[in-house]
């Protein structure tokens, strides 16, 4: 709209108003002069010079006309040149004619003819008595096409507005997809089983229907502030106008969706294509396009070439519709070019003195194809122009090349989005990196192949259990299909990153009705973990089962089988906690009272009855989470996973949740896997715990045997000054080493020391008798004796 707005105004500047010649308006009060030494005309002189004095002229009668301007001007020139405008001399002729002159000053514009106005003024007073005449000067407007100053214009202006108007349109589509992505409440979405291409379709069907009707009222812009052009005899104009944005819907809808899949954050997604639309379309596209159109005109081969380049930038988006709306409007000027002569100017086409390169003899068909017939010098006729031209209609005059790229491309993104949706192209990047090792040096694939499997079997020593489950597992999966009797069997799952194992060679299994705990720090690969499970990763090896469905083979069918609570809220901001529910039930397959009756026991469970109601967009952190669980449970899927499910809540959040997720178990016999950082959550849940360590368990089993078998003897911290120098902490450290078997430095900090004594022969009363007698002898602040904990086997762990 800004772009017309502008064109509009440069309209009326070469469509000026009438101008009235009325000096006192144009010059103000100015000075005037008449010369009369007749006294047959005295009466006429008289009558002129009233006439002056009622536009504000300062008359002075003088006897010579000529000495009178001189001296006028020599003694104030720019006086001279800014007041003194008009006169007027009044004489006879020997044979009694009338001899009258109007003076005028060339140095004021328009003078000359409000000079001769006035004169004629006095001459009508002076027969009649009384009248008046007007003048009013009016700019010619030449018999050619009004808009034809556009053509300079219009250019530069559609390479500005437009690549901004419609990124920003596009951009409106992809917020909504980008933070369903983010937020993760898309994967939710597929895997309570929506398929990927109905998520897009559905998508682009509300996408588009909005952008059709933003449309309809941007057609209306152009069509009201240049209806000759696009109505009438040219209505072809604004029908392909409106083909051009409708196919740039149908093509830039989709492509935005892949930039949703391809960049993983929403502010530098947004950012690069913003960037790439304005900045490629405007200095890239539209400079190659006016290069190649320059040396066109002027012969050169070079555009041949260029030519294939335009082209390769058919294929954004962008690139089509700027350079359709351009080449659109300079097809409607050149069709309506013969529209703006009437019938009077087109009875000129058989007079002799037109010029043959007048605008309007282009018009007159007949009379112009026989002159062109007999001059090959002649220009060409008018014709018109067919707007979805494939062929030229002129030097680079034809939009049905960017149509049609428009139209194809829709379906090509279509595809390309379905395709990048796909398991199979998820693979692709791991396929390329397998491809890419296998060209390393072989020996040097050795050596990283021993020392991969000697890292395996170190920790694998680690905790005889974490083994004993591996082989369990292996065993399982080799005897039959599916999970057997577990709920959830995960074999050899693997994540690499370049070099780095995320998650490595990862095999457990879950029972039904069990609550299997991963205990780890941030970047364990407790999360790394959940994502290949729920598909929103591909695992670079491995495979994971529920029932008969493996992750790998019938990954959607596997996929459908879990509830998910991720780390984020998955939550759509414009739904309420109950909308959210009842969403994800019904996309599990829940209808009319099972519904209804679950989504109200899932709010009741989880605390959530007085804010049901509300957008979810106004929750507390606390209540974010609480729904996000809901979500997860909603339908009773078997198997439940839960990345810090109490993560951000307060303490009754917490003891809610922990409630919530216990009735639930014991009422559905659902498998439930814990990924968490907390101890208090995974000790008053967990039937099972496994402390992750670099993408490995280092430790599984239950609370108690963990404590049991990790927990043998005592933790002992020592407190000393920090002002005690370096020698003497050394020689305490070689104290408490040589004093105590089987003891282990587990922390070294600024004035503190960290112990586990687990010599068997030495009870708490002892150990309190050494410390006692150390801590005269190292002057000691104070030192601490206590039992090994779960914290403490954990801290150990993650350390390791």
Not at 767 to 774: E, G, H, N, P, T
């Amino acid at each position: 709209m800004l772009m017309c707005y502008y064109l509009n105004a440069v309209a009326l500047e070469f469509q000026k108003e009438p101008l009235k010649l009325d000096i006192s308006s144009v010059y103000g009060t100015t000075d005037g002069f008449y010369y009369n030494e007749d006294s047959t005309v005295s009466n006429l002189a008289e009558t002129f010079k009233n006439v002056l004095e009622s536009n504000d002229v300062n008359v002075k009668k003088v006897s010579e006309p000529t000495h009178y301007v001189l001296n006028y001007g020599t003694k104030n020139l720019p006086k001279y040149l800014k007041r003194l405008v008009v006169g007027g001399a009044f004489d006879t002729f020997p044979s009694g004619r009338l001899n009258l002159t109007a003076w005028h000053n060339a140095g004021s514009v328009h003078s000359m003819p409000m000079s001769i106005l006035l004169m004629q003024t006095a001459l009508l007073r002076h027969i009649t008595n009384a009248g008046s005449i007007s003048l009013v000067i009016e700019a010619f407007t030449p018999v050619s096409n009004k808009y034809r100053y556009l053509e300079g214009y219009f250019p530069g202006w559609i390479d500005i507005f437009v690549p901004l108007a419609f990124t920003f349109l596009s951009l409106s589509s992809i917020l909504s997809p980008f933070h369903e992505k983010t937020t993760k409440a898309k994967l939710l979405q597929l895997m309570c089983g929506v398929p990927s291409a109905m998520y897009w379709i559905v998508n682009f069907l509300w996408d588009y229907s909005l952008y059709f009707v933003f449309c309809i009222f941007l057609i209306m812009v152009p069509a009201s502030f240049f209806p000759s052009l696009y109505f009438g005899k040219n209505i072809e104009a604004i029908s392909s106008l409106a083909l051009f944005f409708f196919l740039y819907g149908w093509a830039s809808l989709p492509l935005g969706y892949i930039v949703t899949i391809l960049l993983k954050r929403e502010n530098r997604g947004l950012s690069i294509f913003i960037g790439f639309c304005i900045l490629f379309s405007v200095f890239c596209f539209d400079l190659l396009a006016n290069i190649a159109h320059m040396l066109k005109l002027g012969g050169s081969r070079i555009p041949f070439r260029l030519g294939d380049t335009i082209w390769f930038l058919r294929l954004f988006p962008i690139y089509s519709i700027t350079r359709g709306i351009q080449v659109n409007f300079d097809i409607a000027i050149h069709n309506s070019a013969c529209d703006m002569f009437t019938p009077e100017d087109l009875a000129l086409c058989q007079s002799s003195s037109l010029s043959s390169s007048s605008t309007l003899l282009r018009c007159c068909k007949d009379i112009c194809k026989k002159k062109s017939h007999l001059n090959k010098n002649y220009g060409d006729c008018h014709e018109t122009w067919n707007h979805l031209s494939l062929t030229e209609n002129r030097v680079y005059m034809r939009n049905g090349p960017d149509a049609l790229y428009l139209g194809l491309e829709g379906f090509i993104f279509f595809a390309l989005l379905i395709l990048l949706e796909s398991r199979t192209a998820a693979k692709f990047p791991i396929i390329l990196k397998i491809c890419f090792r296998r060209m390393r040096n072989y020996l040097s694939r050795i050596v990283l192949r021993r020392g991969h499997q000697a890292l395996l079997h170190e920790n694998t020593t680690v905790d005889p259990q974490v083994l004993q489950e591996e082989v369990r597992i292996e065993n399982m999966t080799a005897s039959q299909q599916g999970s057997g009797g577990e709920a959830l069997i995960v074999k050899e799952l693997t994540k690499n990153y370049g070099n780095f194992s995320s998650v490595n060679h990862l095999s457990f299994g879950v029972n039904g009705e069990e609550y299997f705990g991963i205990l780890g720090v941030n970047g364990a690969g407790k999360t790394s973990t959940f994502k290949m499970l729920t598909g929103e990763d591909v695992p670079s090896s491995g495979n994971a089962f529920i029932q008969r469905y493996s992750l790998v083979g019938n990954f959607r069918k596997f996929q459908s089988h879990l509830g998910y609570c991720p780390e984020v809220d998955p939550l759509i901001d414009d739904l309420t906690g109950r909308e959210m529910l009842v969403l994800f039930g019904q996309l599990r397959g829940l209808r009319g009272y099972d519904l209804q009756n679950n989504v109200i026991e899932l709010i009741q469970n989880l605390g959530l009855t007085n804010c049901a109601d509300e957008l979810t967009q106004f929750y507390s952190e606390g209540d974010k989470r609480k729904l996000s669980v809901a979500i997860a449970l909603v339908g009773s899927p078997p198997v439940i996973l839960l990345d810090e499910p109490t993560a951000r809540g307060d303490l009754e959040s917490r003891r809610l949740i922990w409630n919530a997720l216990t009735r639930f178990r014991n009422r559905t016999g659902a498998a439930i896997l814990l990924a968490t950082q907390s101890i208090e959550e995974s000790e008053a849940l967990c039937n099972r715990l496994a402390i992750m360590v670099k993408g490995r368990f280092h430790c599984l089993g239950s609370a108690e045997q963990l404590k049991s078998k990790n927990g043998q003897g005592y933790m002992l911290t020592i407190k000393f000054s920090k002002k005690l120098n370096a020698e003497k902490v050394n020689a305490l450290k070689t104290n408490m080493q040589d004093s105590l078997k089987n003891i282990t430095l587990t922390g070294d900090y600024k004035g503190m020391l960290q112990y586990k004594v687990v010599d068997p022969s030495v009870n708490v009363g002892r150990l309190f008798k050494f410390m006692f007698d150390v801590k005269t002898q190292f002057e000691l602040e104070d030192f601490s004796i206590s039992s090994v904990f779960l914290e403490q086997i954990y801290l150990e762990c993650s350390r390791a």
